[in-house]
């Protein structure tokens, strides 16, 4: 099986935050958040940062 990426939509809530962390911890598979604030797009990645290590890969926002 080749490499899997999960796109989270609503990552930043309490149910997504849960999933991130349970992909990232337990399965090491490549995720890709996406909301409406880049601001707590950030925070989130830092926290999970702190605690799971990962590959940083980046953190933008898109506007319509």
């Known amino acids: ?11 930043y809530g309490g149910t997504g935050k849960l999933i991130c962390r349970k992909l990232l911890k337990e399965f090491g598979i490549s995720i890709v958040i996406a909301g409406r604030s880049i601001q ?12 799971i290590p990962f590959r940083w890969k980046k953190c933008m926002h898109c506007q319509k």
């Open 40 to 51: 707590k797009a950030n925070e989130l990645c830092s926290d999970l940062k702190s605690v």
């Open 1 to 11: 099986m080749g490499k899997i990426t999960f796109l989270i939509l609503g990552g």
